[in-house]
């Protein structure tokens, strides 16, 4: 079964950088693209990046661009989110999602999700 | 990018049928999603593009769509239909994606 799991959110002081983790079992990982979404504590979803199945394109929410990189090493199974220059409102559950279309050049709608890491950015 | 606005609370009595809409310019030219989110836990897609249902979403879900609004139907809501829903599409790149700001939906 599909399985996602992030790791890496902790409490982080604004200015500071964090890398998030997700490793994927139970397809294979290099024909999808993935997704990083996340939520602020009670508020809705937010879409934060995309990176294609071989990871030659990746696209980023104007409100992290410059400052959140995704990538993706498919030798480990494994989708990154660097995050660079937190914030406050950078602070929230960040889920990883797989991409509903294998083999895609663009960006599809997740279909699964992992549980989420938190990641606070607060003095 | 654009935008995608969705009612806060819609509230439907057991068994009975709920409309949940989803309207923005993307729509025209873009499928909505719709998600599941209960407390605690992570989303769950139930309707993919025009109107597909992952496999073990029941079938009283349903979707459709008309020029800028997307609705998703619950038909016969049951109380574990109780949650957030939550549209999303690609926003006017076509490459990006936003979600509405999702609706609650209580069962009375």
């Known amino acids: 079964q599909v399985q996602l799991v992030e790791s890496g959110g902790g409490v982080v002081q604004p200015g500071r950088s964090l890398r998030l983790s997700c490793v994927a079992s139970g397809f294979i990982f290099s ?18 990046a995309v990176i294609w199945f071989d990871g030659t394109n990746k696209y980023h929410a104007d409100s992290v661009k410059g400052r959140f990189t995704i990538s993706r090493d498919n030798s480990k199974n494994t989708l990154y989110l660097q995050m660079n220059s937190l914030r406050p409102e950078d602070t929230a559950v960040y889920y990883c999602a797989r991409d509903s279309a294998p083999y895609y050049y663009g960006s599809g709608t997740p279909d699964y999700w992992g549980q989420g890491t938190l990641v606070t950015v607060s003095s | 990018s654009s935008e995608l606005t969705q009612d806060p609370t819609v509230s439907v009595a057991l068994g009975q049928t709920v409309r949940i809409t989803c309207q923005g310019d993307s729509l025209k030219s873009y499928y909505a999603n719709w998600y599941q989110q209960k407390p605690g836990q992570a989303p769950v897609l139930v309707i993919l593009g025009k109107n597909n249902r992952p496999s073990g979403i029941p079938d009283r879900f349903s979707a459709s769509n008309s020029g800028k609004t997307a609705s998703l139907t ?26 509405g700001g999702g609706t609650r939906l209580s069962v009375l």
Request: overall charge negative; charged content about 25%.
């Open chain 2, 74 to 99: 619950i038909t016969g809501s049951q109380a574990e239909d109780e949650a957030d829903y939550y549209c999303n599409s690609r926003d006017s790149s076509g490459y990006r994606l936003v979600f």
């Open chain 1, 31 to 48: 024909s999808y693209g993935m997704h990083w979404v996340r939520q602020a504590p009670g508020k809705g979803l937010e879409w934060v």
